[in-house]
C-alpha cells in the first residue's frame, strides 16, 4: 500500500507539472538547470542583459500576463488577421519561447529567468502559412527587431525566402529550430541566412528527437527545460524549439554587447566560437558545436569572412588546411622571365649568324 501511494503521488506531481498546473515559483527559479550549466549569470552580465534589444518571436502568440514576462515584450502582431497583438497565446508555445529569451522573473527571486532578461520579445502571431509568416518577418523588421526567432516547420516558398532575405539584408539575425523528427532539418530552418539549431540532453548528446543535416549550425539544451505557459504556469518542454530560444537569447546578448556587429559577424561568433562536439569539426548532428555562451561574449573580434549578405557566414571544418597543390605564383613569374630572356638571347644569335 505505500508502494502504491507513493507511486501515485509520483505520478500526481508528474502531471501536475506537465499539464502546467500552479506551482511554486522559487521551485521553478531551482528546476532552471541549463542557466547554470551554461553559466547564464555571468553572460547576463556580459552581455547588458539584453538591454535595448528587441527580439521578434514568430510562434503562437504570448500571453504578456505571465507574470514572468512583465515589462519584458513591446507590440507585436496578428497576421493571420492583420491586427495589433492581443495578447494570447493561441497554442500554449509562444509564451515558453518568450520566457526562454527575455524572462525576469517576478517578486523576490522566484519564476523563470530567460537567457536576455532585459531584452524585450515581440510577439507574432501567424497561423502555419509560409506567406503569413512572411508577413510577420516584414513586420518584425520594420518595428526594430534586431534577432528573429521561428520556431516553426514550414515548407520553405517564394513569399518566406524574400522576407528572410529581406531580413538578413537589414542586418537581423535569424534563429530557428532544426525540428523534432529525427530526420532532415525543416526547410524553414535551412534557409540561407537562418541559424539552425539542434537539440542537446543535459550530458551533452543529441537528443534523440533533434533533426539533422548538412544546414546544423549549432545545438544547444532542449530537453528537460522549464518553460512558462499562459495564465501564470509552468511546464518542462522537450525540442529544438527551447534550442532555438537559447540561441536567440545568446543573439541578444551579443547584440547589446556589441551594438556595431552586423549580424552576419553574430552569427559567425555563435559558430566559431561553439565547444566542438561529436565528430571532430563540424558534422550534421552537432553541426559547428554546442552554444558557449561565455566565448560567444569574450572571444577576440576578427575580420568577417566575404561572404553574401544572404548567407549565413559559417566557418571552415577544424580540421587542417590540406597542402596546397601546384607551382607557387612567384615561381611561375620566376620561370615566365627566365624563359622571356632565354627567347630574347635565341632571337640575338640568330640574327648575329645571319650577319656573319
Do not use: C
Not at 523528427?181 to 534557409?191: K, W
Not at 607557387?328 to 620566376?334: G, N
Amino acid at each position: 500500500m505505500i508502494r502504491r501511494g507513493a507511486a501515485a503521488l509520483a505520478a500526481a506531481l508528474l502531471a501536475v507539472l506537465v499539464t502546467g498546473a500552479p506551482a511554486r515559483a522559487d521551485r521553478e527559479r531551482d528546476r532552471e538547470w541549463h542557466l547554470s550549466a551554461m553559466k547564464a549569470a555571468q553572460a547576463a552580465e556580459l552581455g547588458k542583459g539584453g538591454a535595448g534589444v528587441i527580439v521578434a518571436v514568430i510562434d503562437t502568440g504570448v500571453d504578456t500576463r505571465h507574470p514572468d514576462l512583465t515589462g519584458a515584450t513591446v507590440p507585436g502582431r496578428n497576421t493571420a488577421l492583420d491586427s495589433a497583438d492581443d495578447d494570447v497565446d493561441s497554442g500554449g508555445h509562444g509564451t515558453g519561447i518568450a520566457v526562454l529569451i527575455a524572462g525576469r522573473g517576478h517578486g523576490s527571486g522566484d519564476g523563470l529567468l530567460g537567457i536576455a532578461p532585459r531584452s524585450q520579445v515581440m510577439p507574432i502571431r501567424p497561423i502555419a502559412d509560409a506567406v503569413l509568416v512572411a508577413d510577420g518577418i516584414r513586420w518584425a523588421v520594420q518595428h526594430g527587431a534586431k534577432v528573429i526567432n521561428m520556431s516553426f516547420g514550414l515548407d520553405s516558398s517564394d513569399a518566406l525566402r524574400a522576407a528572410v532575405d529581406e531580413a538578413v539584408a537589414a542586418d537581423v539575425v535569424l534563429v530557428a529550430g532544426a525540428g523534432n523528427d529525427n530526420t532532415e532539418a525543416n526547410r524553414s530552418a535551412t534557409l540561407p541566412g537562418v541559424l539552425a539549431v539542434g537539440a542537446i540532453d543535459r550530458a551533452g548528446k543529441i537528443a534523440k528527437f533533434s533533426n539533422h543535416g548538412p544546414e546544423v549550425d549549432l545545438v544547444a539544451y532542449g530537453t528537460d527545460i522549464p518553460v512558462a505557459v499562459p495564465r501564470g504556469k509552468y511546464a518542462l518542454a522537450d525540442g529544438t524549439s527551447s534550442s532555438s530560444a537559447l540561441v536567440a537569447g545568446a543573439a541578444a546578448l551579443i547584440r547589446a554587447r556589441y551594438p556595431d556587429m552586423s549580424a552576419t559577424e553574430v552569427a559567425q561568433r555563435l559558430t566559431t566560437t561553439a565547444t566542438d562536439r561529436g565528430e571532430k569539426g563540424r558534422d550534421d548532428y552537432y553541426g559547428y558545436g554546442e552554444l558557449n555562451l561565455i566565448a560567444a561574449l569574450t572571444a577576440p573580434r576578427a575580420a568577417v569572412s566575404p561572404s553574401s549578405a544572404a548567407v549565413v557566414a559559417r566557418p571552415p571544418d577544424s580540421t587542417p588546411d590540406a597542402p596546397r597543390q601546384g607551382i607557387p605564383a612567384l615561381l611561375m613569374a620566376a620561370i615566365g622571365v627566365a624563359l622571356l630572356v632565354v627567347g630574347v638571347a635565341a632571337v640575338m644569335i640568330v640574327r648575329t649568324r645571319r650577319r656573319t
